[in-house]
């Protein structure tokens, strides 16, 4: 079968960023190659592929040239008067596995495989891919078909091993105020004396992840070799696993759900699965948070995500243990970023902090733990909260930041938190009845969080507590003026607080 | 509610086309407005407001101006040394129907009317306009949401009005060669003296749109008022009804649509709908071709799609027929822009052509001609056939093409075909028995139709038809070796035709 001819071109890059691979081309090439606007093309450089998009231009840039974004440029390793292929791409053999799953047939591992590999390749644009994730909103992956995309995340990136066990710890999140668990899990975990070289995605719904929380405190973003130097000195990490090119489909389909807000189950599996396979996990503990505005809204909708973890686990040879978690109401006190970070950092110092954020991350360390086989099943929690009340998980944590270039005796009040606040007040006296996740969510996303590290939103007061009128309930935080009014926009809307059945709302 | 400010920036505009609306900003610019690579913005000048998308840059353009791409210079009208508001647009509330639609929910009139708006403003990009047909394929749209759609289409564009009752008609397509069946149609129609305004809209999927078809002997493109004032004179336009701004959600939906080679069926219902409300049509005949390997397989599919178009006319008023053709093998002996024209134009002067084209073209004529009382039904297509044998339709057909900026005279040689060819021969003696749709869909399109006017095929034989060994079965064209190439590739991978139940291949 003959191919498409690949044409030579000078390239430059061009110093802008719009989120995806653009090659600007003169309109008599693109004309002579039969493209058009947005047109998918392969640039070749040696043995480096990278799919790009085309946008044609009449001026810009001359026939016989061509302009790459510069994401593009530097996967491609473009120099100085450099020259590179450019090969039209029509209609690669893997649209045909994506028609057939939007038909609602399923996928073989070669053609899950092929569609994958294009996916990474960059062939696909945002479209292909929304209809790829959308399709499963409707037909859920089949446990083969998610099997076949755990390996195909797993081999289109690369691997990293590990000379000792290697064990991890996951929440699928959901709930705000989640990503900070991890910094106390991690390092008691590690202090107990396993290895946990533990690497997160950033937010996808969520005000924060645990990369973007970490990030405040520390570099997150390492090279493989800077990961593993890390994890042999300090047997821990708390890393974006970005840049590390474990299953880098993850990334891609991360973008588009986040634009659409959506997340659909066996696909959260695949992602969470092929990273851990990709850094050689071999123990994992999930964590599930279930509550009425979490991702998972109760126990059985639980127990349904919980079967394909395991059963998937079970046919990758990693043990596993899913944890089902208390998801009713936002974790500790604090959503977005640096809030996080100053919270969990206050707690690793003082050795105690709220309830759910301390009792949360001592269960599912203890439940690590337990995996090693070194403490008897029951016991792990224990043993966990004996290292954190020893402050063992806060020095550990202290080598931690240190290891990964920030400052290990920072202490909370340091952290820059967002300028712009505004704080609403209880209403009237009464109880706490209700904090809504999917509110609380949305306010500190408004305001900024993650992207706006300092962005987010302090719960003054937890469900539960008595509060009297004009108590402060909850303050929003932002470093825009803009986004702080869009945020209160976003809570007159929604009810973030009951107090004693009366919605807090605040006017406009 | 506040609402998120409006910044000023001196903009200008840059040559080049990605097909979408982008804004390229500088970093700091775009920092202090928290904005990141393809968000959306609104560009605001006066009352014009146009969707956009970011791409950051260092360099390209300095703080406080900002560059934009030709469509939008041009929709907003941006002149020299202009200056355009720009305010980013977090979260529309339209992306909670968004929301709804995806999870299973029905849309309300209102929420499908924002949808729809917040859609042809380019607020939205392809993903979620991707999540919005693709959720179709598994919820398809209720019969109300379908009425809200086709009503928030038309709302959201322009209409034009005609002073006599106005009839139409148009084919669902799916069947290479059927963009051709028009340009016979729609001149007899208008010699029986009615009044057929047609525009229709390019190939989707096809080879060839009645628009692509068209454009090759004159201009398809013209504003409301020249299209009124063809009107007028001649009773009869074949137009493109892109540049008419009716229900322009629907070119938007087409491209993603094109893009992801899916078509839902509701969808694609409110799109002819729509733009025969907004073009003032009374009344109309829809023509569904039933085949094998056609858009609609069997005569239940066909009925049930029926059921939405003579249900939804009936809601808006509009007087209706709806046609079930025969679509087993192409339609006429050619698929593509140019061939189609050629056989068009071949046909009119001869005053007979391939029976499939001309039988069809006057069946529907007759169903039209019928739709206005003046005949008796079951004899309009002996009107029909009366007028084009006469040489009427010819004559019809001349007006228009001169009306429309081309060359009345033009003949069928005159008319420039792709200048790269390849025949395919008939290996054995025998009969043909099967000329498959999706293959010389797929052919014609590799070889670049419709884009490529001259690019197609050329059926020497249709069913029935006995060959000998040898005898040329099917030429294809195009305009690029590597197109036509691909065709064969293409080719060589399905079975075009079928001579006595062998497969016909071409070997690589």
Known sequence: MAHLETRHFNVEAIDFDMGR????????????????PNNRVRLIKGDRIRGAFTAITKTMVPS????????????LRIGKEDIIGLKPVPVPPSFHALQKRLHGQRLSQDEMFMWIKDVVEGIYGETEIAAFLVSQLYYELSEDELNALIRAMVETGSRIEFEDTVYDEHSIGGVPGNSKVALLAVPTIAAAGLLIPKTSSRAITSPAGTADTMEVLARVDFSPEELKEIARKIRATLAWGGKLNLA??????????????IDPWHQMVASILAKKVAMGVDNLVIDIPVGRKAKVKDMKAADQLAGPFIRQAARLGMGIRVAITYGGQPIGRTAGP?????????ALIERRGSKSLVEKAMSIAGLVIELSGKVPPGHGTEVARNIFEKGLSYEKFKQIVEAQGG?????????????????????????????????????????????????????????????????????IYSSSAIRLQEALNIASRYSPILVEGMLIKILP
């Open 64 to 75: 016989g040239k061509i302009l790459v974004s510069r994401d593009v440029a530097h996967e």
């Open 338 to 346: 640096a809030l996080e970070a100053m919270e969990a950092l206050k």
């Open 407 to 475: 400052d290990p005796n920072v202490k909370p009040d340091d952290i820059p938190i967002g300028s712009h606040t505004y704080t609403i007040e209880a209403p009237i006296e009464g109880a706490v009845t209700h904090i809504d996740n999917a509110a609380i969510t949305a306010i500190a996303r408004a305001a900024g969080a993650p992207f706006d590290k300092g962005a987010g939103v302090y719960l003054h007061f937890k469900v539960g507590y008595r509060v009297n009128r004009g108590d402060p309930l909850m303050t």
């Open 248 to 261: 880098p489909a993850d990334d891609i389909f991360v973008n588009i759900e986040r634009k659409l807000s």
């Open 21 to 36: 691979n653009i090659v600007i081309i003169n309109e008599k090439d693109a004309k002579e190659l039969g493209l058009g």
